[in-house]
Nanobody, 120 residues
């Protein structure tokens, strides 16, 4: 069974920084795409950033230049460094694994989410 666990959320002032981590475990052979999505109250879940197994990056326009995604393939872990945070970045941030090869086959997985609140 695949487990996806996020950490690193919290309360931060505008202009501050946070680093989110997401560790995947459970008989995983490889993960094609790892990414972060977010969902603010009353809004749909939206893509923040993704990174492929080979290192190809994709960012939403609203985080370009402020957020950096990275991954450690040996640890099946993905990170999101968030700088220059704004109140509109407040949301629950979710980790996503897309096309993950495991003992039971190919699948997509989500974490439970971690709250990020940007407020003074």
């Amino acid at each position: 069974q695949v487990q996806v666990e996020e950490s690193g959320g919290g309360l931060v002032q505008p202009g501050g920084s946070l680093r989110l981590s997401c560790a995947a475990s459970g008989n995983i052979f490889s993960i094609n795409v790892m990414g972060w999505y977010r969902q603010a109250p009353g809004k749909q879940r939206e893509l923040v950033a993704t990174i492929t197994l080979s290192g190809t990056l994709n960012y939403a326009d609203f985080v370009k230049g402020r957020f950096t995604i990275s991954r450690d393939n040996a640890k099946n872990t993905v990170y999101l460094q968030m700088n220059s945070l704004k109140p509109e970045d407040t949301a629950v941030y979710y980790c996503n694994l897309r096309n993950a090869w495991t003992r039971i086959g190919l699948g997509d997985y989500w974490g439970q989410g971690t709250q990020v609140t940007v407020s003074s």
